[in-house]
Nanobody, 126 residues
């Protein structure tokens, strides 16, 4: 499976973007998926997770109420709707496949993810 993230760009503070992660070469339908981000000079950090069924989602505290993760099993994609963007949201955003069998409480850990997309740049101006 290969992941292709898209939808990043430059937006003013308060604006919105929708990121998409398209999978090819196989289905991601049986796997939990996550979004992470990495700002310049900082470590990669967890943003959001969605279960394989799509029935459970979780978010980092700093995006709760602003970002929404979703998936389309038919299209083999995962999306991240980002609203009320702030300059501190500026980062490269990555989608990733959760390793099968990962415990629920490990879903926020980078090492729990096995396949990563190339990332898409999000820049929020003040």
């Amino acid at each position: 499976v290969q992941l292709q993230a898209s939808g990043g760009g430059l937006v003013q503070a308060g604006g919105s973007l929708k990121l998409s992660c398209a999978a090819s070469g196989g289905t991601i339908g049986n796997f939990g998926m996550g979004w992470f981000r990495q700002a310049p000079g900082k470590e990669r950090e967890f943003v959001a997770h969605i279960s394989a069924s799509g029935g459970s989602t979780s978010y980092a505290d700093f995006v709760k109420g602003r970002f929404t993760i979703s998936r389309d099993r038919a299209e083999n994609t995962v999306s991240l709707q980002m609203n009320s963007l702030q300059p501190e949201d500026t980062a490269v955003y990555y989608c990733a496949v959760l390793r099968y069998g990962t415990r629920w409480n490990a879903r926020t850990r980078i090492e729990s993810y096995t396949i990563w997309g190339q990332g898409t740049q999000v820049t929020v101006s003040s």
